[in-house]
């Protein structure tokens, strides 16, 4: 069954240093999404991706969050200037149709900001 | 506006008794309702939805869900319990109407299979 893939599994920076992380969304897929995760617990939605631009952002995704999808394959989120309150486990998730469709998820990328 | 509450933060179940983890919301239209599982380290994973039809709809795991108009509900359900099935689990609505097209989500509730 295709699946969603994030690399790297494990990121670890320093406050004020630019991170990219990476996502290879299943291949048919339409939807793209950043999701993180603080310790396991709420689900905090980030941004959503369509037809090569943002279709909604939260207002965590501020101008420190951007977001490319660079060959039609990979799809990432970049944190411009990382700061101790962005360590978190980012998913990403992509779904065929907006509404009706399941979305799935990679299995997430720790980022620990020292 | 919309939203979901997930009314307990725990759960816990002995294994092969029947569990249940609630699950209510609020929406101006008509729900999409969704339940995942996250298991530790891992993403979330997809269980089942309701979109229209049949209000008892059945997913993986043997996990099976009941939307409840009336109440505004769509407690996830399971017959025997298993200690493989303690995870966190998640439930999420879309609302569709209008131009809504965020997936909501609940706080989540640890379910606890105890052997």
């Known amino acids: 069954e295709p699946e969603v893939t994030q690399t790297p599994s494990h990121q670890v920076t320093q406050m004020g240093q630019e991170v990219i992380l990476r996502c290879v969304p299943i291949?048919?897929?339409?939807?793209f999404y950043w999701y993180r995760q603080i310790l396991g617990q709420k689900v905090e939605f980030l941004v959503s991706?369509?037809?090569?631009?943002?279709?909604?952002k939260s207002e965590i995704f501020d101008d420190q969050f951007s977001v490319e999808r660079p060959d039609g394959s990979n799809f990432t989120l970049k944190i411009r200037s990382t700061k101790l309150e962005d360590s978190a486990m980012y998913f990403c998730?992509?779904?065929?149709?907006?509404?009706?469709?399941?979305?799935?998820f990679g299995n997430g990328t720790r980022l620990t900001v020292t | 506006a919309q939203s979901v509450a997930q009314p307990e933060d725990q759960v816990n179940v002995a294994e092969g008794n029947p569990l249940t983890v609630k699950c209510t919301y609020s929406?101006?239209?008509?729900?999409?309702l969704f339940w995942y599982v996250q298991y530790p380290n891992r993403g979330l994973q997809f269980l089942l939805k309701?979109?229209?039809?049949d209000n008892l709809v059945k997913g993986s795991y043997g996990f099976e869900a009941e939307f409840n108009k009336s109440q505004t509900s769509f407690h996830l359900k399971k017959p025997s319990a298993l200690v493989s099935d303690s995870a966190l689990y998640f439930c999420?609505?879309?609302?569709?109407?209008?131009?809504?097209?965020?997936?909501?989500w609940g706080l989540g509730t640890s379910l606890a299979v105890n052997p």
């Open positions: 998730a992509s779904s065929e149709a907006l509404r009706y469709s399941p979305l799935h």
């Open positions: 291949s048919n897929h339409l939807y």
């Open positions: 991706f369509y037809n090569n631009e943002i279709s909604e």
């Open positions: 929406v101006s239209g008509n729900p999409y």
């Open positions: 309701y979109i229209t039809g």
């Open positions: 999420a609505v879309r609302d569709d109407a209008g131009n809504n097209r965020k997936l909501i």
